[in-house]
């Protein structure tokens, strides 16, 4: 059964090992997912603006193209999902645009393709049940923060991925897993997101409100220190900007908060991998990738 | 030819502001049969009426068209007019111009188009209608009342003071309902019990007044003056006649339950009485929970008993009643506090609800009055109250203002710092809404003297910290991130129709809104009735409000009951659908579908036959009936067809009636 996949340009560089992983662990369940042909770059935000309908042409030529493979493509690159999921409501519910960009991408697509986040194809196709029995490793000391960000929720009624205020859908997957999943308030908080690259790293650590890297540090501050004050021992996600975020700050962030504890992010999928019995050498998860090294923990809670 | 005359009303400029009056005069008057037409300001004004009665008796008119507002709102008023002057009032019929025209459309030149076609099919229908007498029935000076809150026991009260019987059913064990797990009313502070249960012994002891509690509606038939209810009484497992409310029972009783009194705040017993007021003070057994009836095992309470009225046989029993009209004051409930993720509602032991924190403010309550957080029992020092919690929120809640919150939230601030000192209170609000009587002034004194902190924003988030309930939120007004590590939350939820409502109001074919509260005929000239005639509305049941309104509500309901039962005879509308016996079949498919048992089968005769009385006219029948033999009174085929042929711009081709 071919599936098609979409990977986005970010898990083809600096989110490799969330890319690998997710690869890797729907292999392990059976599943051969295809690359979409001829996929290009997602826009990386949706557009907003009402009237240039022209950034929707790289999503819906992306869908276009899955069409080909099948009636589901499955992606997980938050950033990714939130922009293919919405470019598809909006063919879906507005004949007009749907046209127009049909007409300029000379490709005829009715909004007939679903887009599937990995979570959800784990959760329906492979079945959280069985992810639980075919784990080779136990995660039971393993204590994870779930942090899901905006991009997977948000706008509720066009995403439907789960309830945007209190999401539940990480957890049950990490609990499935075996997981010692906190209650993690900051689960939904905003990372700081494009503000990141309004400045540079430097800029950052000023964290002062009244400047934008400041707010980036700031923001990401109030969510791991709300984890590490919970005893976790990751924080874990699915979004490449958001472990930017929360990564690279830790530092600028352990200059101006005194006692401030570093803690590893992690892509959910690089931890399902891992806990399958995968080669955890083959998924990033080491300090070329990370800011904040997460091999340490891995091995200590994780493989030992 | 009939003559007609046509009306037209410009609704000061509600009408004429949109339509061209001139232009539908002139062109009105160019319709076969029409004689007159005059347009006027506002025809509902006495000079308006007197308008239409000088033009009937003038031109020696037949029959009317007013073009006006709904008929729902002003057709009696014209008919009435009519008659006075010696016309039938079913010579009379409304062209809806005002909400189905004028308040819709803004082209002038278009609407005015419409509005003639709208007119000239009334004229068309008015034009085959026949002169109808009122069908009347007996009627039964005998109210039923359904729900044993404030609203109930006050519409009840006023019926039974005005010398009728009246049949009160409540569902839970007591009569009562919210007002009684109140602690103390805003505006005056006056304890909530000490006004209430002197009104719920008068109505237990009133002579004219049966309590049913523990009771529930089963089925109802027949029409205003004359209904058919069947009244199941759900079985208490004790003989309340033989109980003498020692209590023994529950002291003995080893099952633990969440109080549904104490909003789960205590625990009550299998076999209880659900607070200490209660009317009957007799108690029922929770058979979901009772040992006896889950396991077959216990029975203390048969055993202790000291007068034999513990009885685990007694079945439900249902009883017929007959009785003349229908409160419905079915009350409200809160928003469940689950449903909202987000304050930690149902995750969080510190948070609760508006309710819960009347239970522990009460002196008879869990805490005896003590504000003890749930969690662990410590005072609370710090207390955060969120209003609008699932209210004005279209996205993740209810629309509309739950009206009640702003003021109890106020009353709560006030009265936890009057019983923690040192304590502070902190209000989230949107706006603070205090329209009503010495409301403003109970909300300043809060600020001013119990040092109440406002705080105009909403909150985002709320979810335990530690032992602290932390409360994130925006004060709007400095335009800052507040954060409060609070050690209680009080949430105000949305008011809802109470649970079973919405089944409650399809037995009794009675109409709900959008949101599930019981819908009035006019929501400013009839506030007290119910679509359906011989309903009357009452409480919180029909749209959030304070005891204050529900009061005066159920004193409206009670007057236009008493006034109902004032004449012999009930009015029905003639416009019921007959049978054309010469082409009836008697095929029976009518008899099927009358959802009144209105139509039965002569299986002699081999005809169809209408009981006239039970007819409410909704026209199933016609809709059914193979050979077009069930026709409805002035609302036939051949003037629907004729109507349509106006509306579509043909030449009357219709005969004339008379």
């Known amino acids: ?62 869908l276009a193209n899955a069409k080909t493979v099948g009636d589901r493509v499955v992606t997980v690159c938050a950033g990714c999902y939130n922009v293919l999921k919405r470019a598809n409501y909006t063919v879906r519910n507005d004949a007009e645009k749907r046209k127009k960009i049909s007409d300029f991408i000379e490709m005829e697509y009715e909004g007939d393709v679903e887009v599937v986040h990995y979570i959800e194809f784990l959760r329906d196709d492979v079945g959280f049940d069985r992810i639980g029995k075919e784990l080779k490793k136990k995660l039971d000391q393993v204590k994870v923060a779930p942090y899901y ?62 400047d934008t890297g400041g707010a980036v540090s700031e923001c990401s501050y109030t969510i791991l220190d709300a984890a590490v004050k919970r005893g976790a021992d990751f924080v874990v996600l699915s979004c490449p900007l958001c472990l930017y975020n929360l990564d690279s700050a830790q530092d600028a962030i352990e200059k101006e908060h005194h006692g401030f504890k570093k803690i590893p992010i992690i892509y959910f999928s690089q931890l399902l991998a891992v806990a399958l019995g995968l080669d955890p050498k083959k998924y990033a998860l080491d300090s070329a990738h990370h800011y904040v090294d997460p091999s340490g923990v891995v091995k200590a809670k994780v493989l030992s | 030819m009939k003559r007609i005359g046509v009306f037209i009303c410009h609704c000061g400029s509600n009408i004429a502001g949109t339509l061209d009056i001139d232009r539908i005069i002139e062109t009105t008057k160019t319709f076969p049969g029409v004689v007159q037409a005059e347009d006027y300001k506002y025809l509902c004004s006495d000079p308006g009426q007197n308008l239409v009665q000088k033009m009937i008796e003038a031109h020696k008119l037949d029959a009317v068209v007013i073009s006006a507002c709904t008929p729902s709102l002003h057709e009696p008023t014209f008919r009435k007019a009519a008659e006075m002057v010696g016309m039938n009032p079913y010579q009379v019929e409304i062209a809806n111009i005002r909400e189905q025209c004028s308040w819709v459309h803004d082209d002038t030149p278009t609407a005015t188009d419409k509005a003639i076609k709208m007119i000239r099919s009334i004229v068309e229908k008015v034009r085959l209608n026949e002169s109808l007498e009122p069908i009347t029935a007996p009627l039964t000076k005998k109210a039923l009342v359904i729900g044993g809150g404030i609203s109930g026991i006050q519409a009840a009260l006023d019926i039974a003071n005005s010398g009728y019987e009246v049949i009160v059913v409540e569902r839970e064990p007591s009569i009562g309902g919210h007002m009684a797990q109140l602690s103390e009313t805003f505006p005056t502070l006056d304890c909530s019990q000490c006004i209430l249960t002197p009104k719920m012994v008068e109505l237990n002891l009133h002579p004219k007044v049966t309590i049913h509690t523990y009771s529930e509606i089963e089925s109802l038939g027949g029409y205003i003056g004359n209904f058919k209810v069947g009244i199941r009484k759900r079985a208490k497992s004790v003989d309340h006649v033989r109980c003498t409310s020692c209590g023994l029972c529950y002291e003995k009783c080893p099952v633990k339950r969440p109080s549904e009194f104490e909003r789960g705040l205590a625990k009550r017993k299998a076999i209880y009485v659900p607070f200490p007021q209660a009317i009957p003070n007799k108690p029922v057994i929770d058979r979901e929970n009772c040992l006896k009836f889950t396991k077959d095992a216990c029975g203390n309470c048969e055993k202790v008993c000291p007068t034999t009225a513990v009885d685990f046989t007694q079945q439900d029993e249902i009883i017929e009643e007959e009785v003349g009209a229908i409160v419905v004051a079915s009350g409200y409930d809160l928003y469940a506090t689950a449903e909202l993720r987000e304050y930690g509602g149902g995750k969080v032991p510190d948070v609760v609800d508006g309710l819960q924190f009347e239970r522990l403010l009460s002196a008879s309550g869990p805490t005896q009055g003590e504000i003890l957080r749930p969690s662990d029992g410590k005072v609370a020092k710090e207390v955060v109250f969120v209003q609008c919690a699932g209210s004005r929120d279209t996205e993740r809640g209810k629309p509309y203002c739950s009206k009640i919150c702003c003021m109890y939230t106020a009353k709560h601030a006030m009265l936890y710092k009057h019983k923690v000192h040192d304590g502070q209170a902190y209000i989230f609000y949107i706006d603070v809404r205090a329209g009503g009587k010495g409301y403003e002034e109970f909300y300043q004194r809060g600020v001013d003297e119990d040092g109440t902190v406002y705080l105009r924003g909403k909150v985002s988030r709320i979810f335990q910290d530690g032992d602290k309930v932390m409360v994130w939120g925006s004060d709007t007004l400095t335009g800052k991130k507040v954060e409060i590590a609070a050690d209680m939350v009080v949430l105000a939820p949305a008011t809802v129709p109470s649970v079973g409502t919405e089944d409650l109001a399809r037995e009794l074919k009675i109409q709900v809104d959008i949101d599930g509260f019981l819908s009035e005929v006019h929501p400013k000239l009839r506030p007290v009735e119910s679509i359906t005639t011989g309903f009357y509305l009452a409480g919180a049941g029909q749209a959030p409000k304070d005891i204050p309104e529900a009061v005066a509500q159920a004193g409206g309901a009670a007057s236009k009951v008493v006034a109902l039962f004032s004449g012999d005879l009930v009015h029905r509308d003639p416009m019921i659908v007959g049978v054309v016996e010469d082409t009836c079949s008697g095929c029976g498919v009518c008899v099927g579908v009358c959802p009144y048992s209105a139509r039965e089968l002569d299986t002699e005769k081999k005809k169809v036959k209408v009981v006239e009385v039970l007819c409410e006219g909704c026209g199933a029948c016609g809709a059914a009936c193979p050979t077009g033999s069930a026709q409805q009174k002035n609302l036939t085929d051949a003037q629907i067809i004729s109507m349509v042929g106006a509306s579509l711009g043909e030449s009357s081709e219709s005969p004339d009636s008379k």
């Open chain 1, 149 to 210: 960000g905006c991009q997977l929720l948000r706008p509720e009624e066009e995403l439907q991925f789960d309830d945007a205020e209190d999401p539940m859908l990480m957890d049950d997957l990490l609990k499935a897993m075996g997981c010692d999943v906190i209650d993690f308030p900051h689960k939904v908080e905003c990372c700081g997101a494009f503000l990141t690259v309004c400045t540079d790293l430097e800029a950052r650590s000023a964290a002062k409100d009244d």
């Open chain 1, 1 to 62: 059964m071919e599936i098609a996949y979409f990977p986005g340009c970010t898990l083809r560089a600096s989110a490799i090992g969330l890319d690998d992983s997710v690869r890797d662990t729907a292999a392990a369940f059976g599943f051969d997912f295809k690359e979409v042909p001829d996929w290009t770059c997602c826009g990386a935000t949706f557009n907003l603006a009402v009237d240039n309908i022209m950034a929707l042409a790289p999503p819906i030529r992306i």
